[in-house]
């Protein structure tokens, strides 16, 4: 009886495999006057994955479960007596190595079938597949006890969810990917300004928003797609060993929670200027790092909350929590910003540095403008104000003193006699400009060039200026001078001056650099004579 079933049973198993073939591509469909019989040319064309679950369940498991329904009324259950216990379980054993011969074939091709599904849009099929599978397996189990089909079909039901998970969250990076590709397109792409606008490029809060509720919306397609694994009509859905697991390590941790550390990585790629990201326009650093922002405040419990209520995860089941999630996005939002505001820096004090090394300050003519490159520096800064200002809030001041906009650098040296007179009560006449200046240094309050940026406009335009003046300086100190020479650092010192300071938080901080400036040019003067303060500020208003 066996090996008459055998044959049928492989004839069966032999269909899958040519279904399997044609699906994959390995073969194609036979041609009419090929086929050995009419019923042949339906397994003769491609099945999506519900029929060919149909399929095998109406073939191969129908017959082997009437296989075993024959074979136990048969060996099994007839009338018997002690002595022939021993013969009905060599029967039995007999007939379970069969089954599970044949079955772990079935299993084979099955699960071959549901992975060639990993690229498909819709889980619906998929899961009525799955379903209507698990349950034929569970009534194979009433038919042979010692036989566990239900758990191991479980675990290609597991296995098949986890592939969709994974596929997944390779969708969902990708996504992330084409959205930072458009934002860079949106960055580089050049804007008709219309009459009343401003040219700032393109409105980073509206790139900004559109991003993130494409981020949101992306997620809660795959949420709902993912559903379809635990709805309330599909068997193996109800069991805990499949439910609880898919819902916690699969969607919440596998899914959502390494989705979100994914975007966290990517940004700090930018970060790092050895990586193949180190080369992103300072602009999209700004935007990921308000995206962070955004994430930490908002975006990140939201997604976890909807994952919880949606696959409905208890407290003590849950795993990476919102804490340590808003925690990492928060950092990384630390840091994208200190980067915007070191790449930033960098970029003005590459202009400063550059016009200071290739001019002859010895030689050079009596000042009568101010030089380009500083009226470049406050337009750049400018410009970077108006960015920082659509994706940041103001942040808090100092409060200003009334006339910060007309302190000038032509009384410098009158400045620095009063300064001497006043040391000269306490020291000696004798008492040099440098060390005067470097006592003065003791008492002022020092100033951290690379601080930590706050998440305020005013801290990203302070950093971006200190960085920017202290390069100045350390130029300053490295040139010799005339007094021309030093005339036009007066100037040029004036003009930044009139501009910078209502950018940072503190003017006095603009002040100080400043200051730093005019007297490291001092020092560095071979014939220290100052224009008038009147010159200078008409140069300054004319230019």
């Not at 044609?22 to 099945?47: F, R, V």
């Not at 520096?377 to 001041?397: F, K, M, N, P, S």
Request: proline share 2%; charged share 25%.
């Amino acid at each position: 009886m066996i090996k008459i079933a055998k044959n049928t049973l492989d004839d069966n198993l032999e269909s899958l495999d040519y279904q399997l073939k044609l699906q994959s591509g390995e073969e194609k469909p036979k041609l009419p006057s090929e086929l050995e019989k009419p019923s042949d040319a339906y397994i003769n064309q491609t099945m999506d994955i519900l029929e060919f679950i149909d399929y095998s369940c109406n073939s191969f498991l129908s017959n082997i479960c009437l296989v075993i329904a024959s074979y136990i009324d048969m060996f099994i259950n007839r009338p018997k007596d002690e002595d022939e216990e021993a013969i009905n379980d060599i029967a039995l054993s007999k007939l379970v190595n069969f089954i599970m011969g044949l079955m772990e074939k079935y299993f084979f091709y099955v699960e071959r079938r549901v992975q060639l599904e990993r690229e498909t849009g819709d889980n619906t099929i998929l899961v009525r597949a799955l379903d209507r599978f698990h349950r034929r397996l569970q009534a194979m189990n009433k038919l042979l006890p010692d036989t566990d089909f239900a758990r191991v079909g479980t675990d290609i039901v597991s296995r098949a969810a986890h592939d969709r998970v994974v596929h997944y969250l390779q969708t969902l990076k990708q996504h992330f990917s084409d959205c930072l590709t458009d934002i860079r397109q949106s960055l580089a792409a050049p804007r008709l300004v219309a009459k009343g606008e401003t040219s700032v490029g393109n409105n980073l809060s509206e790139l900004l928003s559109s991003a993130e509720a494409s981020i949101v919306d992306q997620v809660k397609s795959v949420l709902s797609n993912l559903q379809a694994f635990i709805a309330s009509d599909i068997t193996f859905a109800m069991k805990p060993y499949f439910r609880g697991h898919f819902c916690r390590q699969e969607v919440r941790e596998g899914l959502l929670v390494s989705y979100l550390r994914h975007i966290n990585h990517t940004a700090m790629e930018f970060c790092d200027s050895m990586g193949d990201r180190g080369s992103a326009p300072p602009t999209l650093l700004l935007l990921l790092s308000r995206l962070c922002i955004d994430f930490d405040n908002a975006t990140v419990s939201y997604m976890v909350n909807l994952v919880d209520e949606q696959f409905v995860l208890e407290e003590k089941q849950k795993g990476t929590t919102v804490a340590e999630l808003r925690q990492l996005f928060r950092d990384g939002a630390q840091r994208m910003l200190n980067h915007y505001v070191s790449v930033q820096g960098l970029v003005i004090s590459q202009m400063l540095r550059k016009s200071v090394e290739t001019r002859d300050w010895l030689n050079t003519i009596e000042p009568r403008n101010v030089r380009a490159v500083m009226k470049r520096v406050v337009e750049d800064i400018t410009a970077i104000d108006t960015q920082v200002g659509q994706l940041y809030e103001e942040g808090i001041r100092k409060e200003r003193s009334s006339d910060s906009s007309r302190r000038t650098f032509g009384n410098f040296s009158m400045s620095r006699q009063q300064q001497r007179s006043q040391w000269g009560r306490y020291a000696p006449s004798t008492l040099d400009n440098s060390l005067l200046s470097n006592i003065q240094k003791l008492f002022s309050e020092r100033i951290e060039i690379f601080s930590m940026v706050e998440f305020s406009k005013v801290s990203v335009l302070t950093g971006i200026i200190k960085i920017s003046l202290k390069t100045f300086l350390e130029c300053v100190r490295l040139r010799t001078l005339g007094r021309y020479g030093l005339q036009q650092i007066q100037v040029d010192t004036h003009y930044l001056q009139l501009y910078l300071w209502r950018f940072v938080s503190d003017e006095n901080l603009v002040h100080f650099l400043l200051d730093e400036i005019a007297s490291s040019a001092v020092h560095r003067c071979l014939d220290p004579v100052m224009m008038e303060s009147s010159v200078v500020e008409l140069i300054c208003e004319r230019g």
